[in-house]
């Protein structure tokens, strides 16, 4: 019986396992690629061995093919400049072709085969557009692959229009490629997405192999949080990725050192641009970080740290005592922390209020890699018992001849025992049916380490 008993445990066990594991694990990211081509009248002009739109048809196809199987993938297919004749300036003339939906591959490649350039450039127009293209879920990444070879002819501000779709999460930040271009045409763009040269076939086909790897993968990035000596020894400390534009939070990573002394490698998407937040106490936030794809990207933060902790002498009657913390001139609480033990803490100059009676404040600086010690002394015990049916009572500590208030006895109680620290205190008390303030009686109490003390009020 045991022994059937103890396989049922180990099997519940191994299924709850699974099960736990499987939640933990991320929900997989859609990519959306849509191809923005460029079907303006200028695309018939010569490229090397044929037009550039034909050149173009031509590298889309064999990319297509090798997008074939890509697991959580879709493409779509949006043209501009090909439908109305060369002497009409339409700048409407943007159409998807081929709207996003599972294997549709071979739908793109046929759509693109009747294209024929015609019109105008009209890239603002298209990209706005492009907005009502994706459709509208979670958890995917909305990819533009821009190819043209011309800038903006109907007056818009394709620049404007990119960073209004970033900062709403629509899109991801755009690539464009650039056929035939020159120094002023990759300026104009600089500011719409990340801009390559194809001013030669090879050069084409290189950049869409590179734009396309960039939508699909992953690169290696390394965090290096410094110490005050521009070391990267701070470690053990959670990192979170964020999109800048949208704000969604893409990546948790547990900063580790490897077992080579480096801090390890970690994988980041590259078409995001990131806002990362190390969780050190308090934060340290650095925003706009690229990633360069295909490239081990080193992001470098400030983050030096140090130890803190309050330590209470000897024998100590306190239950749960904490301390509150604060950078110094700010009223923001950035920890709750426990008597004797130790937590980190950015270099810096800070304030604690230990919530002990009385309460207790002090400056404190954080040095690195040292522990700074607020030492208390070991408390006493206050006994008070009162006579009076009803009263008013507040305890207050004397110093240099000033009465400090420290706290309020509760009227519904008779007895309290107090947990205070060593030092001089008065309570002063009135019975609350006297009507006259002359009645207000005195105790002076000394609180001693270690030692219980009795008051009786009457």
């Known amino acids: 019986m045991r022994s059937i008993l103890k396989f049922i445990c180990v099997f ?60 959580n993938l879709e493409i779509a297919l949006r043209v501009y400049g090909h439908t109305s004749p060369p002497n009409v300036r339409n700048c409407k003339d943007t ?14 490649k046929k759509r693109l085969q009747s294209i024929n350039p015609k019109g105008t450039t009209l890239i603002a127009q298209s990209l706005l557009q492009s907005a ?18 011309g800038i903006e002819e109907c007056q818009g501000d394709p620049c404007a229009v990119s960073e209004a779709l970033q900062s709403q999460g629509i899109i991801l930040k755009p690539f464009i490629i650039g056929i035939g271009s020159t120094e002023d045409f990759r300026k104009a763009f600089d500011c719409v997405g990340r801009y390559y040269d194809a001013n030669t076939e090879q050069g084409f086909e290189d950049a869409l192999n590179i734009v396309v790897s960039q939508a699909l993968n992953n690169t290696t990035a390394q965090v290096n949080l410094l110490d005050v000596f521009s070391k990267p020894t701070e470690t053990n400390v959670n990192m979170s990725f964020y999109d800048m534009n949208s704000g969604q939070l893409m990546y948790n990573y547990m900063h580790t050192i490897n077992e080579r002394g480096n801090p390890d490698t970690v994988q980041l998407d590259p078409v995001f641009r990131y806002r990362m937040v190390v969780h050190t106490l308090p934060p340290v936030v650095k925003e706009n970080i690229d990633v360069t794809p295909g490239k081990h990207t080193i992001i470098g933060v400030d983050a030096p740290q140090g130890q803190l902790m309050v330590k209470v002498d000897g024998l100590t009657n306190y ?23 130790k937590e980190k803490y950015l270099v810096g100059k800070y304030e604690i209020e230990v919530l002990c009676l009385p309460r207790m404040v002090r400056e404190v600086s ?24 009803d009263y ?3 305890i207050y500590q004397m110093i240099r001849n000033e009465l400090v208030w420290v706290c309020k006895l509760p009227v519904e109680k008779r007895s309290h025992q107090l947990i205070m620290q060593p030092g001089d205190y008065k309570i002063i008390y009135r019975s609350k049916g006297d009507s006259r303030s002359s009645h207000t009686f005195e105790r002076l109490i000394k609180i001693t380490s270690g030692q219980a003390t009795n008051v009786l009020l009457n």
């Open 12 to 71: 519940w066990l191994l299924i709850s396992t699974i099960f736990s594991v499987q939640a933990q694990t991320p929900r997989p990211i859609k990519t959306r690629i849509l191809f923005l081509l460029d079907a303006s009248g200028s695309m018939y002009a010569r490229m090397e061995s044929d037009s550039r739109i034909n050149v173009a048809k031509r590298l889309l196809n064999k990319t297509i093919d090798s997008l074939v199987g890509t697991k």
């Open 95 to 108: 159409r998807l072709e081929v709207p996003f939906r599972p294997n549709n591959f071979a739908e793109v």
């Open 366 to 389: 954080i040095d690195q890699s040292y522990t700074t010690t607020l030492q208390l002394p070991q408390p006493g015990k206050l006994i008070v018992n009162c006579q009076l049916q």
């Open 132 to 149: 009502y293209d994706f459709p509208k879920e979670p958890y995917t990444r909305n990819v533009i692959i821009l190819i043209t070879d």
């Open 319 to 341: 239950s749960g005592l904490q301390f509150l913390v604060r950078q110094k001139n700010s009223n923001k609480t950035i920890n709750v922390q426990d008597a004797n033990t």
């Open 392 to 394: 008013y009572a507040d």
